[in-house]
């Protein structure tokens, strides 16, 4: 059987992106994940059987144990001789590159998701933008995850034009129509356990909390109209990794009791099925799959215009986008949805429309896999062999 290697930084990707994409692979190829995980049997619940091959990535920058990860990851690659690998996420993306080009493998595929370099400037961002162009270099195939976000990096010079190619209509994983809709019951009972009362309005944020994200200026853009509003409250959903909880606290001090945390959470659709609008004021993005998530379940968007976003989003009539940073913009537009009920469910249900005819995870799990069987077929896929001493 022919033999395929994921690789990637974190279980949280592999739980919110690639599960699907695994599960569906498995049934075709002999797949092993290579992660940063101390729990080589955390996919056996979700009924996925691959080989989980613990590798220490680290998402940030760490010489000497960028090097320890790149060895052991080239010694797993080598031993099993893979017929391809593809990586997700930047560091491992670079790892991957290294590892799989020195241990020849024909089929090197790389998906990039948003650069980390985009918002920034100086040595950091020539830094960083070289070592995504080393990885597309050493790279046989390079997928994005939209199309303005290919753009950016043929635009860049990280890619070439004729390199580089949209994973079906955008989005690294889509969405689960069964999973992600709307749900009465479930609305409720998550509004009583969050306290917010059924008849107001909630605006949603689901993700990472990092200032690349926007929260803060999310907070602002709250306090700034939420005297106005006395039915609104603001939610933050997911892992505070950058400690910015109290700072956000201390931006809606005088509306404490309409902010709300919850943490990591494994079930995002309950939340998206109480939430009214979701916000996603990020600095940088490869797509937002968060928001085609809330637009199945017909909540509508107020996001960034930026590479990424804007294709997820069709400006005025799936969401508002406004200027990335714009706290003013933000509140506008969110004050918009929250005053306007019939405006803002006629923009929900376009969403949901064109997320269930658009973005379906079997659309793009399925392009995943014809891209795939067509790299292998290219590269003429190597008969099974046993592993190298």
């Known amino acids: 059987m022919t033999r395929l ?16 994409h695994l599960r569906a692979l498995q049934s075709r190829y ?12 955390f996919l056996e619940a979700a009924g996925i059987t691959v080989e989980v ?11 000497g144990r960028d090097l320890v990860a790149l060895v052991a990851l080239w010694r797993v690659i080598r031993r099993a001789r893979f017929d391809a690998v593809i990586s997700v996420a930047p560091k491992a993306g670079l790892l991957t590159a290294l590892a799989a080009w020195l241990a020849q493998v024909p089929v090197r595929c790389h998906i990039f998701q948003g650069e980390v370099w985009a918002n920034r400037d100086g040595a950091a961002r020539a830094l960083l933008r070289l070592l995504d162009k080393i990885t597309a270099s050493l790279a046989t195939h390079v997928l994005v995850i939209s199309a303005s976000e290919r753009e950016f990096l043929v635009r860049e010079r990280v890619v070439s ?34 306290g917010v009362p059924y008849a107001d309005t909630v605006v949603l944020f689901l993700g990472r909390l990092t200032r690349d994200k926007g929260v803060l200026d999310l907070a602002r853009a709250f306090a700034a109209f939420a005297g106005r509003h006395r039915t609104a409250h603001l939610v933050f959903v997911g892992p505070d990794e950058d400690g910015l909880r109290g700072a956000i606290e201390l931006e809606c001090r005088d509306f404490a009791d309409r902010l709300h945390f919850h943490g990591l959470t494994d079930t995002p659709e309950q939340f998206i099925a109480a939430a009214d609008v979701i916000a996603l004021p990020s600095h940088r993005e490869g797509f937002g799959n968060v928001i085609i998530e809330a637009a199945a379940a017909g909540v ?13 989003v069709v400006d005025g009539e799936t ?16 004050e918009t949805l929250i005053v306007d009920d019939d405006r803002r469910r006629s923009i929900g249900a376009r969403a949901q429309q064109r ?30 062999h046993e592993p190298a001493p």
């Open 5 to 20: 290697c994921l690789v990637t930084t974190s279980p949280l990707i592999v739980d919110f992106f690639l599960r699907g």
């Open 300 to 312: 509508p968007a107020v996001a960034s215009r930026i590479y990424g976003i804007q294709d997820a």
């Open 355 to 384: 997320a269930r005819a658009r973005f379906s995870s079997d659309i793009v799990t399925g392009w995943l896999l014809s891209f795939v069987q067509a790299a292998l077929s290219g590269a003429g896929a190597k008969p099974r």
């Open 161 to 194: 034009a004729g390199k580089a190619e949209v994973i079906a209509n955008g989005s690294l994983a889509g969405v689960d129509l069964d999973r992600f809709r709307a749900d009465d019951d479930v609305r409720r009972v998550v509004r009583a356990r969050l």
């Open 53 to 63: 091959q613990p590798i220490p990535i680290e998402r940030k920058i760490a010489p």
């Open 30 to 41: 002999e797949v092993t994940l290579a992660v940063n995980t101390d729990d080589p049997r």
């Open 319 to 334: 969401g508002l986008l406004h200027p990335p940073g714009d706290v003013q913009a933000i509140a506008r537009m969110l």
